[in-house]
């Protein structure tokens, strides 16, 4: 069964930046960042394909950027200048076909 672990999350001063893992077992085609930030819903944050298709959320564009090793079977989330609006757990999992959520990573942006 394909298991995901999320790693990278801490605490950062706004404008800080964070690099996020998403490290599997086996290779997947296509996986999906989200974040739930306290109080609201999950939203989703970016995809990235083995195929090297990639989508960042429009409002995240210009501060975050995903990337993967398919030899690490890992996909990054780099997140550059941070703000406090960042603050949330941070998941990935396959798209669509999801797997249960793991614990994700907490990133904690102080102003």
């Known amino acids: 069964q394909v298991q995901l672990v999320e790693s990278g999350g801490g605490l950062v001063r706004s404008g800080g930046s964070l690099t996020l893992s998403c490290r599997s077992n086996?290779?997947?085609?296509?996986i999906s960042w989200y974040r739930q930030s306290p109080g609201q819903e999950r939203e989703w944050v970016a995809m990235?394909?083995?195929?090297?298709?990639?989508n960042v959320k429009e409002s995240l564009k210009d501060r975050f950027a995903i990337s993967r090793d398919d030899s690490k079977n890992t996909v990054y989330l780099q997140m550059d200048n941070l703000k406090p609006e960042d603050t949330g757990v941070y998941y990935c999992?396959?798209?669509?076909?999801?797997?249960?959520w793991g614990r994700g990573t907490q990133v904690t942006v102080s102003s």
């Open positions: 990235s394909t083995t195929t090297n298709y990639i």
């Open positions: 999992n396959r798209f669509p076909e999801s797997l249960p």
């Open positions: 086996e290779t997947v085609f296509r």
